[in-house]
């Protein structure tokens, strides 16, 4: 017997209640079809950074239920170099048409244009599409240092002053030396011995090796670590703790009040998109985020996937543009 419903009803049903992905196939071609006809050709990713870090893990975990969802494949190109700033530079290239986007983070498209010289453009020409996931920060110690908890660790950085203590960050100008500055304000300025390198691949093994004592890093790339007792978290910059990390209190209940930030990666567009377009491609990233596989993955992690619409990524994008900006000046942060 045919259903009472019509087509049309029954395919906003199955939208609302999240199961695009388990629609019959002409319902997902229809939902995928957006202004233009797009898509009717590949729809390609460029990736600002090389494989096996936090911006193409993004990528990664969501090309293939955004291919599901579009019904074309989603190549990634990795193009790494300049902090991101290479693949922003060659998207801004592209035609406005919605087939080459960028997936970008907080470095490229918040820090880079106030720390980095020659930065010739501004990430607020390009088109902020969506959320692709958030992490929050975890506080590290080595195991040598006496802290099992914030409280203690700042005691233990006290009694380092006035040499100070040794502080690690994947970048010079990256998000977790301008986290760790932030800290560094919240506590008086005092001494932190920065040692940068390029990328959390480098850093890792000498912070395990115990050539530095501290670190901000992104749950996801440290988990195994901690769980083999090699490196020791103390404090997340959640609003809540995570289901990865359970006995890592916040910064809130560190004592620590309005401490929440951490990292986050979108997907982008060059200036000129459609605005209709990029409405459409925004939902259909919403139904990419919607993948259970994906979501759990992710959340395996310490991280949080993404979602929501274009306006509130795009004020979040702008209003942490100018925050860190104050942050950059206020602590003479500069990129390498």
């Known amino acids: 017997m045919s259903s009472s419903i019509p087509l049309h009803r029954r395919t906003a049903l199955g939208l609302a209640a999240g199961g695009v992905l388990a629609l019959p196939s002409l319902v997902r071609a229809q939902a995928a079809r957006g202004p233009g006809n797009w898509p009717d050709r590949p729809v390609s990713w460029i990736v600002g950074f090389p494989p096996g870090g936090q911006t193409d893990f993004a990528a990664r975990m969501l090309q293939a239920p955004f291919s599901r969802t579009i019904g074309q494949p989603v190549p990634i190109e990795n193009r790494g170099g300049a902090g991101g700033n290479i693949a922003v530079e060659q998207v801004l290239r592209a035609r406005p048409d919605g087939y080459t986007l960028t997936v970008g983070n907080i470095g490229t498209f918040v820090l880079n244009p106030h720390t980095m010289q020659g930065v010739n453009f501004d990430p607020l020409d390009l088109v902020p599409i969506g959320l692709m996931l958030q992490s929050p920060v975890l506080l590290l110690v080595h195991p040598d240092v006496p802290a099992r908890n914030f409280q203690e660790w700042v005691t233990w950085m006290r009694s380092q002053q006035p040499r100070g203590i040794d502080m690690g960050t994947t970048s010079a100008g990256g998000i977790a030396h301008a986290i760790s500055e932030k800290l560094r304000g919240r506590l008086g300025n005092p001494v932190f011995n920065f040692i940068h390198y390029r990328g959390s691949g480098p850093a890792l093994p000498d912070f395990i090796a115990g050539r530095y004592q501290t670190q901000f890093e992104a749950p996801s790339l440290v988990h195994g670590f ?15 703790r995570l289901s ?19 990292a986050w990666v979108g997907l982008f567009g060059p200036r000129g998109l459609p605005t209709d377009l990029a409405q459409h491609i925004n939902a259909m990233l ?12 992710i959340a395996e992690r310490g991280e949080q996937i993404g979602g929501g619409t274009m306006e509130d990524f795009a004020r979040r994008v702008r209003a942490e543009h100018a925050e860190w900006g104050r942050i950059v000046r206020e602590a003479g942060i500069r990129a390498e």
């Open 226 to 240: 901690v769980q083999e007792g090699r490196l020791r978290p103390i404090m997340v910059t959640s609003r809540t």
């Open 244 to 262: 990865a990390f359970p006995n890592v209190p916040t910064a809130e209940e560190s004592g620590l009040p309005n401490f929440e930030t951490g």
């Open 286 to 297: 919403n139904i990419a985020c919607r993948d259970e596989d994906a979501r759990n993955r």
